[in-house]
T-cell receptor
Framework: EPEVTQTPSHQVTQMGQEVILRCVPISNHLYFYWYRQILGQKVEFLVS????????KSEIFDDQFSVERPDGSNFTLKIRSTKLEDSAMYFC????????????FGEGSRLTVL | AQSVTQLGSHVSVSEGALVLLRCNYSSSVPPYLFWYVQYPNQGLQLLLKYTTGATLVKGINGFEAEFKKSETSFHLTKPSAHMSDAAEYFC???????????FGAGTRLFVKA
């Protein structure tokens, strides 16, 4: 069964460093998302991506964040200069439809900023 | 703006008892509503969804939910809890033409033997 895969599963970085989280969505999906979950808290929407551009983004998704689909299969989230409060589990998701459809989530990338 | 409120961050039931997890939504347009489940160290997976049509929606693992527009609710139920149901459950809302799904804060379900 097709699944969303994410790498790395866990990354530890120093404050101020750049981090890239990678995702391979399900191949026939058109909509891509990043969510984050700070330990014990809610799953927060960061950004959605469709037709090679950002469709919608949240207030969390500031200039420090960027997304890219460089080669038609990978979908990346870059954090330019990490802060302590960026420590969280980051989930990639993909879907066939827009807001009406099921999201398929990866297992997440845990980011720890020291 | 859309939002969901899940009443109760933790719910504990005995094995075999009724499970009721509450969700209320806010939406200025007809909503699409979802319940997702998250097992430890895993991503979220869809339990069930309401888009249009029948207001009682059946999902996987014996769960069901009823869309009540008058109460702006979408509560999740299961007649008889199983130990394997212990997990975190998230209610979510989106709308047609939208590009994001908004999740509630989650309810952790504990099942006692």
């Amino acid at each position: 069964e097709p699944e969303v895969t994410q790498t790395p599963s866990h990354q530890v970085t120093q404050m101020g460093q750049e981090v890239i989280l990678r995702c391979v969505p399900i191949s026939n999906h058109l909509y891509f998302y990043w969510y984050r979950q700070i330990l014990g808290q809610k799953v927060e929407f960061l950004v959605s991506f469709y037709n090679n551009e950002i469709s919608e983004k949240s207030e969390i998704f500031d200039d420090q964040f960027s997304v890219e689909r460089p080669d038609g299969s990978n979908f990346t989230l870059k954090i330019r200069s990490t802060k302590l409060e960026d420590s969280a589990m980051y989930f990639c998701a993909s879907g066939r439809q827009g807001g009406t459809g099921e999201l398929f989530f990866g297992e997440g990338s845990r980011l720890t900023v020291l | 703006a859309q939002s969901v409120t899940q009443l109760g961050s933790h719910v504990s039931v005995s094995e075999g008892a009724l499970v009721l997890l509450r969700c209320n939504y806010s939406s200025s347009v007809p909503p699409y509503l979802f319940w997702y489940v998250q097992y430890p160290n895993q991503g979220l997976q869809l339990l069930l969804k309401y888009t249009t049509g029948a207001t009682l929606v059946k999902g996987i693992n014996g769960f069901e939910a009823e869309f009540k527009k008058s109460e702006t609710s979408f509560h999740l139920t299961k007649p008889s809890a199983h130990m394997s149901d212990a997990a975190e459950y998230f209610c979510a809302v989106s709308n047609t033409g939208g590009f994001k799904t908004i999740f509630g804060a989650g309810t952790r379900l504990f099942v006692k033997a």
